[in-house]
């Protein structure tokens, strides 16, 4: 998992609420056992609609995703966080996501910021006026800042999810940190007990 200290970038403005895994990517997506490969299945059902605001040329290239409460429900599927982070979203801002969706995106480096409803439709409205307007997420200071349209705000992140991002950790990362000690217990071991290799 690579670092993220900042997101920045245009966004784009989906706003729907109840936004579920398989509306993100539909269950027939997860037979595949690569971990890439997901950006054609993101939205897919929503994107055969023209009028979709995916498929709206002004939005291309978004690295923020707007999106309205609960965000992420239904069933787990880490796929939704790689469909989203493969094409080219950084962050997804939205008044609240699923413990699940925000477990999955907090893990593969996909940055889940909370802010108030109002804010979130504040951000909604100047980014359908403006396509360009940028979006500033500062993950150390837990800020989010769009002067545009007018917006300074905080947002929620425990200590453990913000260090894991900036420092780029992964579950396997975290593990790895323990390795020394991981290797001295496995010594230690009476030989007739399983080993790991």
């Given at each position: 998992?690579?670092?993220?200290?900042?997101?920045?970038?245009?966004?784009?403005?989906?706003?729907?609420?109840?936004?579920?895994?398989?509306?993100?990517?539909?269950?027939?997506?997860?037979?595949?056992?690569?971990?890439?490969?997901?950006?054609?299945?993101?939205f897919e059902a929503w994107r055969a609609d023209p009028s979709f605001v995916m498929n709206d040329a002004r939005y291309r290239g978004?690295?923020?995703?707007?999106?309205?409460?609960?965000?992420?429900?239904?069933?787990?599927?880490?796929?939704?966080?790689?469909?989203?982070?493969?094409?080219?979203?950084?962050?997804?801002?939205?008044?609240?996501?699923?413990?699940?969706?925000?477990?999955?995106a907090l893990k593969n480096g996909l940055v889940p910021v909370e802010l108030p409803d109002e804010t979130v439709t504040t951000l909604?409205?100047?980014?359908?006026?403006?396509?360009?307007?940028?979006?500033?997420?500062?993950?150390?200071?837990?800020?989010?800042?769009?002067?545009?349209?007018?917006?300074?705000?905080?947002?929620?992140?425990?200590?453990?999810?913000?260090?894991?991002?900036?420092?780029?950790?992964?579950?396997?990362?975290?593990?790895?940190?323990?390795?020394?000690?991981?290797?001295?217990?496995?010594?230690?071991?009476?030989?007739?007990?399983?080993?790991?290799?």
């Amino acid at each position: 998992m690579e670092s993220v200290r900042r997101v920045a970038g245009r966004a784009l403005p989906l706003g729907r609420a109840d936004v579920d895994t398989d509306q993100i990517i539909p269950s027939h997506w997860l037979k595949r056992i690569e971990r890439t490969g997901y950006a054609p299945g993101l939205f897919e059902a929503w994107r055969a609609d023209p009028s979709f605001v995916m498929n709206d040329a002004r939005y291309r290239g978004a690295a923020i995703l707007l999106a309205g409460r609960n965000f992420g429900s239904g069933s787990s599927r880490e796929h939704a966080a790689w469909a989203l982070l493969e094409s080219g979203f950084r962050a997804v801002i939205a008044p609240r996501f699923a413990d699940i969706f925000r477990s999955n995106a907090l893990k593969n480096g996909l940055v889940p910021v909370e802010l108030p409803d109002e804010t979130v439709t504040t951000l909604v409205a100047a980014v359908e006026r403006d396509p360009t307007l940028e979006i500033a997420i500062d993950v150390e200071r837990r800020t989010v800042t769009a002067p545009a349209a007018g917006v300074s705000a905080t947002f929620p992140l425990d200590d453990h999810a913000r260090q894991r991002l900036l420092e780029g950790l992964d579950d396997i990362a975290l593990t790895l940190r323990h390795e020394r000690d991981i290797a001295a217990y496995e010594a230690r071991r009476p030989q007739w007990l399983p080993r790991v290799r």
